[in-house]
C-alpha cells in the first residue's frame, strides 16, 4: 500500500499535542488504539477514501496510509493548524513539497504532478 511521510526537517520532532490537537480537529477523525510503532493513530475518512494518521515513536515523522483525497486532505489540515512548515513525501521519494501556502486539495495535487509525483 502506498503512503506519505510527514516531517519537519532532518532529526526535528513534531509536538505531540500540537500534532494531536490538529488532528482531532479534523471533522471525522477517530482515535483508534495505536499499533506498537506509533505514540497516537486515527482513522479519518472523507467521501468514498479512508486513510489512516500515525505519529511515529520517534516523533520525527507523521504517516499516512495512501495517496488518495483523504490522505491529502488530512495532510493539509494537519500543516493548516501546525505553526512549523511541514514537508510531505511519498514511499518512492518521488517529490517532496513543502505543505505551507497550499490552500487546496486541487492545488496540491496539481503540485505533486509538477515535480513528477
Known amino acids: 500500500m502506498s503512503f506519505l511521510l510527514l516531517y ?3 532529526g526535528c520532532k513534531f509536538d ?11 471533522n471525522g477523525a477517530k482515535l483508534v ?3 506498537d510503532d506509533c505514540l497516537c493513530m486515527y482513522d479519518y475518512a472523507k467521501g468514498n477514501d479512508a ?31 501546525y505553526p512549523e512548515d511541514i ?5 518512492a521519494y ?3 513539497l513543502v505543505l505551507r501556502g497550499i490552500g487546496s486539495l486541487g492545488e496540491l495535487e496539481q503540485r505533486i504532478k509538477d515535480v513528477g509525483g
Open 33 to 35: 488504539r495505536p499499533d
Open 51 to 81: 486513510t489512516t494518521i500515525r505519529l511515529m515513536k520517534d516523533k520525527e515523522t507523521i504517516a499516512i496510509d495512501g495517496t488518495g483525497d483523504a490522505s491529502l486532505y488530512a495532510a493539509l489540515h494537519i500543516q493548516a493548524h
Open 87 to 91: 514537508h510531505m513525501i511519498d514511499e
Open 16 to 26: 505531540k499535542q500540537a500534532v494531536t490537537s490538529a488532528i482531532r480537529s479534523l
Open 8 to 10: 519537519i526537517d532532518e
Open 94 to 96: 518521488s517529490f517532496d
